[in-house]
């Protein structure tokens, strides 16, 4: 059983503060990693994809990639009100189906 | 360019019914995936078709199922409905399945469903 976790939350950051979201997996095969966005009562929307060790940076959102440790990471610059949401991390490899984690809920309080 | 459409958007069947949904994925879009999301499991993986071919299937009864036609769009159906059915249904499109980079999601708006 492919298992993607996360912890639920909430994780409550100040304005302006770095959020860092975690995620690990099970599945040692697994070459591609992605970062979902979903606000209430919406669909998720993507934020970040990694598929390589190590970091990729996007505007405020740096996603980190550790394959030998099974480890995905999201931070989060800057952090605003509107970033407030729930952070999906899914994870699959090529042929099978991207498996996604329960989320954590992120509040930023200004 | 249009996203994912999901159709109906909500409805309320009653237990012992049957349901069928609709996805039209974004165009040049081959990959339809179908996700369930619940407050208590989250995301759970349903099915995945590509050029009209399940590609791959989740755990979940054989209640549930699903086709693509010839145009990408996809239904999928589930029948005897239970209480636990209860979700949002949401379909997601991609450019190809199994190809690294090419399988980014993009999710529609969603179908509620209330089984009474």
């Known amino acids: 059983q492919k298992e993607v976790e996360q912890n639920s939350g909430p994780l409550s950051v100040p304005e302006g503060a770095i959020a860092s979201l975690n995620c690990t997996y099970s599945d040692r095969g697994s070459q591609s990693f992605f970062w979902y966005r979903q606000y209430s009562g919406k669909s998720p929307e993507l934020i970040m994809s990694i598929y390589s060790n190590g970091d990729k940076e996007d505007g405020r959102f740096t996603a980190q990639l550790n394959k030998a440790s099974q480890y995905v990471s999201l931070l989060i610059r800057d952090s605003q009100p509107s970033d407030s949401a729930t952070y999906l991390c899914a994870v699959n490899q090529a042929g099978t189906a991207l498996i996604f984690g329960k989320g954590t809920t992120l509040s930023v309080s200004s | 360019k249009a996203g994912v459409t999901q159709t109906p958007r909500y409805l309320i069947k009653t237990r012992g019914q049957q349901v069928t949904l609709s996805c039209s994925p974004i165009s040049g879009h081959r990959s339809v995936s179908w996700y369930q999301q619940t407050p208590g499991q989250g995301l759970q993986f349903l099915f995945e078709?590509?050029?009209?071919?399940?590609?791959n299937k989740g755990n979940f009864p054989g209640r549930f199922s699903g086709r693509q036609f010839s145009n990408s769009r996809s239904e999928m159906n589930v029948s005897t409905l239970e209480l636990g059915d209860s979700a949002l249904y949401l379909c997601a499109s991609s450019l190809a399945a199994g190809v690294s980079g090419a399988n980014v999601l993009t999710f529609g708006a969603g179908s509620r469903l209330t089984v009474l």
């Open positions: 078709y590509f050029s009209e071919t399940q590609r």
